[in-house]
């Protein structure tokens, strides 16, 4: 009985400290992980700084002649926080980029572009039309609000552009459908129901996670996807590091 | 739903970059071999983690603009892959997966073709993983393609509803009824992608630091995840699957409020 009762004892007290040993392993590696992150974040501060006040030699010209359309991408509860919107376009055009495309997937962006254009001064907003002729020479920033209803419900709008046609051809042959559903074709009625701004070169998300969130995805073939963190935190640094990376970036296109 | 992702999308980028880095016989055709021993073994993580759908980026439609012996060595092997997977000791029938090929069949020769539909009909019944080998894809394609089936769909739908009305007739109504309110709807089109019996994934993985979608999944990775390791494709391993995996938790509340609120 008496042996029993050590065992048991014995035991219980094994299984307590080899919990308490693996909680402190737990809480260990948890440190470990947490200190590796908060000094990569001091080093990025550092850095970020540094690119700031234009230390670092190969960040200060920038070669913008490769990023003809920028795109952001925000997280819709981040969207809110207008004044910090303002400030990241003040900062694309002090870079020098000229046209710039915000999304969020709710359209609060949209929703704000009133007072977003009230407080930048030289913008003006994106129409289709003069596309051609303010993509050479321009004086403004052009600013293009999207939403997620610029996505796919855009491609459904455009699909009955295409059936219209389709009903209208002549013949129903398979000829005449190969003329009709095309890519080009496609392009063009996303134009007509409004839906058809440029394919953006690169696109920045400021949320939590690198992750376009239904930007349209007719327009997003090629486009360079990358995660600037949240918008609370932006930094300067980071965003020209960003923009210097996207220029150092080389192509393929599939071949 | 669980901590471990649904569906896992990969593109497999860096093979001809690490042709050149080891020399390999100076050829890119060394370096898609080794491309494929790569997938292979993160096909076989991905079934030990226990994740149930893969999908990969085995050629683009933008691929065919490249060199012509390089095309017709990719086509070649994948002939020679396919087949394999028809055999007891593929990993395929290893782990019971069931394996589809999405893409425009119609740019592939007929042995690819036959020999894809060949694996499709093997491996109908496997309950395992579901793996999604896309050839001949593009989104854009994909989605212009699934409007021209909705498109054909309506047509035959319409006909037969209309009887023996005049064909001129039935256009002028669906003309009408296309002012009025959308014929073709959103779920239509999704009902006819390629990808339409895959969840969207939850984490798309491109090697070699590359960070764009290169007309991948674009229709399908409005929540996903998207991961770009440096690592060139016949170099990667169990630590960046596993790092994905790690990751994925945190964000996927984010996501699935975002998801809620669409």
């Excluded at chain 1, 029993?4 to 392993?25: D, P, T, V, W, Y």
């Excluded at chain 1, 930094?235 to 210097?244: D, T």
């Excluded at chain 2, 006819?192 to 491109?206: E, F, G, N, Q, W």
């Excluded at chain 2, 991948?216 to 790092?243: D, N």
Aim: proline share 3%; hydrophobic share 40%.
């Amino acid at each position: 009985m008496n042996m029993r009762e050590e065992m048991q004892k014995a035991s219980s007290l094994i299984a307590q400290i080899g919990n308490f040993g693996l909680q402190l392993l737990w809480f260990s590696l948890h440190l470990s992980v947490s200190t590796w992150y908060f000094l990569l974040e001091i080093a990025h501060m550092v850095e970020s700084c540094f690119i700031s006040s234009g230390l670092i030699k190969s960040y200060k010209a920038l070669n913008l002649g490769k990023l003809r359309y920028l795109a952001i991408v925000v997280g819709s509860e981040e969207a809110y926080q207008t004044s910090k919107v303002i400030e990241l376009l003040q900062w694309l055009e002090a870079i020098g980029v000229k046209h710039v495309c915000l999304y969020d997937m709710e359209g609060v962006l949209k929703r704000s572009k009133e007072a977003i254009l009230e407080k930048m001064s030289n913008t003006t907003v994106f129409q289709e039309a003069d596309e051609n002729d303010k993509l050479l020479a321009q004086k403004h920033m052009m600013l293009e609000f999207v939403s997620f209803s610029d996505g796919k419900e855009a491609v459904a709008k455009a699909a009955n552009l295409l059936f219209a046609k389709y009903l209208t051809s002549n013949n129903s042959s398979e000829d005449e459908e190969g003329e009709i559903f095309t890519e080009p074709h496609m392009t063009e009625a996303l134009r007509a129901v409004g839906s058809g701004g440029p394919e953006p070169d690169l696109l920045l998300v400021y949320g939590p996670a690198r992750c376009h969130q239904g930007f349209p995805a007719w327009r997003i073939r090629y486009t360079e996807i990358v995660h600037m963190g949240s918008l609370k935190s932006m930094r300067y640094g980071s965003l020209i590091k960003a923009i210097y990376k996207f220029t150092m970036v080389r192509q393929n296109y599939g071949k | 739903m669980g901590t471990i992702p649904n569906h896992i999308a990969f593109i497999m980028d860096g093979n001809r970059r690490y042709a050149k880095k080891h020399n390999l016989w100076a050829d890119d055709a060394a370096g898609h071999k080794a491309g494929f021993l790569a997938l292979a073994s993160m096909l076989k993580y991905c079934y030990e983690l226990g994740i149930k759908c893969a999908s990969i980026y085995a050629l683009s439609i933008d691929n065919f603009k490249r060199r012509p012996n390089e095309v017709q060595y990719v086509m070649d092997l994948m002939l020679e892959k396919i087949q394999g997977l028809l055999k007891e000791e593929s990993i395929v029938q290893k782990y019971g997966a069931r394996v589809y090929f999405r893409g425009n069949m119609t740019l592939l020769t007929e042995p690819i073709r036959v020999a894809a539909e060949k694996a499709m009909v093997a491996t109908a019944n496997n309950t395992g993983m579901m793996l999604f080998i896309c050839v001949a894809y593009t989104s854009t394609d994909e989605i212009v393609h699934a409007i021209q089936e909705s498109c054909n769909n309506k047509w035959v739908g319409i006909q037969e509803a209309n009887g023996s009305k005049a064909r001129n007739q039935a256009i002028r109504d669906v003309e009408y009824q296309i002012e009025e309110k959308a014929i073709i709807k959103l779920r239509d089109i999704e009902k006819h992608m390629y990808m339409d019996v895959a969840p969207d994934p939850d984490i798309l993985i491109r090697t070699s630091g590359e960070h764009r979608l290169s007309n991948f999944q674009l229709w399908q990775t409005t929540y996903c995840l998207l991961y770009s390791p440096a690592v060139l494709w016949p170099e990667i391993g169990l630590r960046h699957l596993v790092r994905a995996v790690l990751d994925f938790p945190q964000h996927r509340s984010y996501l699935e409020k975002k998801k809620e609120q669409a």
